[in-house]
């Protein structure tokens, strides 16, 4: 580094730990012509709970210094309508809201909710959900959870090590690159089609719902819909016929696992077959579909028996 950074950047700690003297309980604003490296919000720093940034232009953190950047903690709140933030590390029970801007390599520790304008590269350490905006090069590690409610991930969810990822609506506009040890649980929602195409041994995929149809021509698309009816549309999926890592579980009824009201949809219509007034089409999870409700079907739905449900 260069000297003169050095010098800047001593500096500019120095006028970082020198603002929470003057800082009241009113909102902080940072605007057009604001240049920091570092700005943290948090209790500590500002010398009161739960204080609020609001942003409307503005420049934080640096391009070429990765620990540069905006901190939130506690139970603050970071408003973002206008500026940039290089490098936005977010922990505890903070809240960023993101209506304009740009935010660029988001890092999420502890469990986050985001509602985002446009954000790109997102490491998730811990916990995130996604309720909207948009995102690029959406990243998991460790043991993270993350769940889409909305939004468009448009570029890669990559889930790492032994993370999971929950789909219940939203986009994926350009799929999820599955790795190592990581599940994903899909519900609902869109998954676009990816180049690689490919989930390896070690990761899982589990697909809720009922009404699978799946076409291993062209590029490979699962539609069919969620427990709670929301459509679910895969493409680039692997062959679930042939890999037993991808699993299409047979939930009939919204409540997200294979239990004793699945069994009783499944008993209405059993031993019916197409044209029946009991007959029920979704039932007819057999490999091949057949038209007729038996204990082929059951054997499907007692593989799966309790996925899902939690203790
Ligand atoms: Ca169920
Ligand atoms: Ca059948």
Redesign the pocket.
């Known amino acids: 580094m260069k000297c003169a950074s050095l010098i800047m950047l001593t500096f500019l700690v120095t006028i970082i730990l020198l603002y929470p003297s003057a800082a009241t309980a009113q909102d902080f604003i940072i605007k057009d012509g604001d240049i920091y490296l570092f700005f943290a919000v948090s209790e500590s720093v500002f010398g009161f709970p739960t204080p609020r940034v609001d942003m409307t232009g503005g420049h934080v953190g640096n391009e070429d210094f990765p620990g540069s950047g905006m901190f939130t903690y506690d139970s603050s709140t970071l408003n973002v309508s206008g500026g940039t933030i290089d490098y936005l590390h977010t922990y505890n029970s903070s809240t960023v809201n993101i209506s304009g801007g740009l935010v660029s390599h988001y890092s999420c520790w502890d469990t986050q909710t985001i509602s985002s304008h446009n954000c790109s590269t997102i490491n998730v350490y811990d916990g995130a959900s996604l309720r909207g905006g948009s995102f690029h090069h959406f990243t998991l590690y460790d043991s993270s959870t993350v769940n889409v409610y909305g939004g468009d991930v448009v570029l890669f969810l990559m889930p790492y090590d032994s993370s999971t990822v929950n789909i219940y609506d939203g986009k994926c506009s350009f799929g999820i690159i599955h790795h190592d040890y990581s599940t994903t649980n899909v519900y609902g929602g869109y998954i676009d089609f990816y180049t690689d195409g490919n989930v390896p041994a070690t990761a899982t995929v589990n697909i809720y719902g009922y009404g699978f149809n799946y076409n291993p021509q062209w590029i490979s698309k699962l539609t069919g819909f969620g427990?709670d009816g929301t459509a679910i549309t895969y493409w680039g999926l692997p062959d679930p016929s042939t890999h037993p890592n991808i699993n299409l579980i047979p939930?009939?009824?919204?409540?997200?696992?294979?239990?004793m009201?699945?069994f009783a949809v499944l008993a209405f219509a059993w031993r019916s077959q197409k044209g029946d007034v009991n007959w029920n089409r979704y039932c007819d999870i057999s490999d091949p579909n057949d038209d007729v409700i038996d204990e082929r079907d059951l054997d499907i739905l007692t593989k799966y028996w309790l996925a899902g449900v939690s203790n």
């Not at 939930?251 to 239990?259: A, H, K, S």
Request: no cysteine; hydrophobic share 40%; net charge negative.
């Open positions: 427990p939930d009939f009824v919204l409540d997200r696992g294979v239990d009201a699945d």
